[in-house]
């Protein structure tokens, strides 16, 4: 996850994983109330109790997908970090998540390929503002793609601007609305984040 930018106009913020080199948990996942909070705000608004195959985009050290691996029956995270992937993997290990797989990946560029199934549930949490327009189309494209009818898409982005974003929130989600290919479930618009949950239409399999 990414989100409140407490570094900010320097070319070193779009450089992930010279950042997670210095520092562990560099935005205060596991710290701050805003975050915690952001991440429950998150949880509360799946609309399933529990998912077959998880899709986490942007998962940093993991922090979003250790909460996903109570709810689903796999989790593919996916971090442009090597440091931060390694983490992730650390942490499942130890607590013997063998459902939990965690890859390195150029967003959208490359994308996890090779599942068994489609997701059920994709999970967007403060990546698509990094995106210029080109990549930002290819990965809501590919989003999408690769969600299973009737699986969830969810999206929660920082909403202020800072110095390193190219995306302004509403208009990511806007897109997401206008490509009609998945029907908007419920939005969140908080004074610092929006998050929003959309369903591919069709049944979703059993």
Do not use: N
């Not at 996942?29 to 998150?42: G, S």
């Not at 489609?118 to 967007?124: G, M, N, Q």
């Not at 009737?150 to 920082?158: A, I, K, N, R, S």
């Amino acid at each position: 996850m990414r989100c409140e930018r407490t570094i900010r106009g320097t070319a070193a913020m779009t450089d992930f994983d010279a950042l997670y080199s210095r520092t562990s948990d560099p935005w205060g996942l596991r710290t701050t109330w805003y975050e915690r909070r952001k991440l429950d705000v998150l949880m509360a608004c799946l609309p399933r109790e529990r998912y077959r195959h998880a899709l986490d985009l942007g998962c940093g050290e993991g922090e979003a997908a250790r909460r996903l691996a109570d709810r689903c029956d796999a989790v593919r995270a996916v971090d442009g970090s090597a440091t931060a992937i390694a983490r992730c993997k650390q942490w499942a290990s130890q607590a013997g998540a063998t459902h939990v797989t965690a890859e390195v990946l150029q967003l959208p560029g490359e994308w996890p390929v090779g599942m068994d199934v489609a997701a059920d549930l994709v999970v967007v949490s403060e990546v698509a503002y990094y995106l210029d327009d080109p990549d930002l189309d290819l990965f809501l494209e590919r989003c999408a793609a690769s969600l299973a009818p009737g699986g969830d898409w969810v999206m929660c982005h920082f909403k202020d601007a800072f110095d390193d974003s190219l995306q302004q929130v509403g208009h990511i989600h806007g897109l997401v609305d206008a490509g009609g290919q998945v029907v908007r479930l419920a939005a969140h618009d908080d004074e610092r984040f929006r998050l929003d949950v959309w369903r591919k239409p069709g049944r979703k399999a059993s």
